[in-house]
Nanobody
Framework: QVQLVESGGGLVQAGESLRLSCVAS????????MGWYRQALGKERELIAL???????KYEDSVQGRFTISRDSAKNTVYLQMNSLKAGDTAVYYC?????????WGEGTLVTVSS
């Protein structure tokens, strides 16, 4: 059973930065794609950043230029560096891994940005 564990969330002020981590229970290079999603209160979960096994990245428009997804395969860890945080970034952030048509999810980590 694949396990993904997120960490790094917390309460910050607008304009500050946070780095989220997602540690996988097996090699992250076995997944075709890994990504970060978020879900704000009362809203649907949305994709914000993807990282393919080949190294390609894709970002949702509202985070483009502020967030960066990266990985350390030796640590089986994917990161989300979040800069210039805004109140609208407040949400639970989830790590996702996809392989052969299956999706795996972490429990999420809460990010709260005060204005």
């Amino acid at each position: 059973q694949v396990q993904l564990v997120e960490s790094g969330g917390g309460l910050v002020q607008a304009g500050e930065s946070l780095r989220l981590s997602c540690v996988a229970s097996e090699t992250i290079l076995s997944f075709e794609v890994m990504g970060w999603y978020r879900q704000a209160l009362g809203k649907e979960r949305e994709l914000i950043a993807l990282l393919s096994v080949g190294g390609g990245t894709k970002y949702e428009d509202s985070v483009q230029g502020r967030f960066t997804i990266s990985r350390d395969s030796a640590k089986n860890t994917v990161y989300l560096q979040m800069n210039s945080l805004k109140a609208g970034d407040t949400a639970v952030y989830y790590c996702n891994a996809a392989r052969k048509g299956r999706d795996y999810w972490g429990e999420g980590t809460l990010v709260t940005v005060s204005s």
